[in-house]
């Protein structure tokens, strides 16, 4: 018989791992407001969350408390893409307000949407923590058919989540991309972007 407490508890906990602002739900409310590929920019972060969760529950784990220099690979990787990815919100912060405009009418493909997901996404040392191991670690505390319903409960959150932030970004993209409130977007972004990066280069170095 399915027991819901397992769903339930795995949709809390990827809830509470998934939400809180980091660069992967940056990058998806900025291409939601964007209205840039915002449903695939989704999509791509929840199979990946799917499959990562997928990896830490049924053992994965073991494979980065093992093997840290992996994780030392990724965090050095994630550093480099997230000081790039800051700059090019600074950049855009600090353009003319016509030239923001300009700039949000622009598309970009769905190969760089995609290119720009997977590496906001994979080479955040963080997601790794937060779905591998953590979640991962408490999904393999379960038994059977129940560490498959913890799972699915913790990638329904995922899913829910990410396709939430984006829906909503682009409904609000009227307001949210007005020029002066995207330039302060754009700001707080960088910052978040580089504070980031930062640690995981403290990381790296340490």
């Not at 809180?20 to 920019?41: D, K």
């Not at 830490?56 to 840290?68: D, E, M, N, R, Y």
């Not at 670690?137 to 319903?149: A, K, L, M, S, W």
Request: aromatic fraction near 10%.
């Amino acid at each position: 018989m399915l027991s819901v407490w397992p769903l339930l508890r795995g949709f809390g906990l990827g809830a509470t791992m998934i939400i809180p602002i980091g660069a992967q739900n940056a990058y998806v409310l900025n291409q939601g407001i964007r209205r840039q590929h915002h449903l695939l920019t989704a999509s791509v972060c929840a199979i990946c969350d799917m499959l990562l969760i997928a990896l830490g529950v049924f053992g994965g784990g073991t494979l980065f408390a093992s093997h840290p220099t992996l994780l030392l690979a990724v965090s050095s990787g994630g550093a480099a893409f997230l000081f790039w990815y800051g700059f090019l919100s600074l950049k855009s912060a600090l353009r003319a307000t016509d030239e923001v405009a300009d700039a949000q009418v622009t598309g970009t493909s769905r190969r760089a949407v995609i290119a720009g997901t997977l590496a906001v996404t994979l080479l955040n040392p963080h997601v790794y923590l937060d779905t591998v191991m953590i979640l991962g670690g408490i999904g393999g505390q379960f038994e059977g058919g129940d560490r498959v319903t913890f799972a699915a409960g913790t990638m329904i959150a995922s899913f829910a989540w990410f396709f939430a932030l984006s829906i909503g970004a682009a409904r609000l993209s009227p307001v949210l991309g007005r020029p002066k409130v995207r330039r302060w977007i754009d700001g707080v972004i960088w910052l978040m972007m580089w504070v980031i990066a930062f640690s995981l280069l403290k990381r790296v170095v340490m």
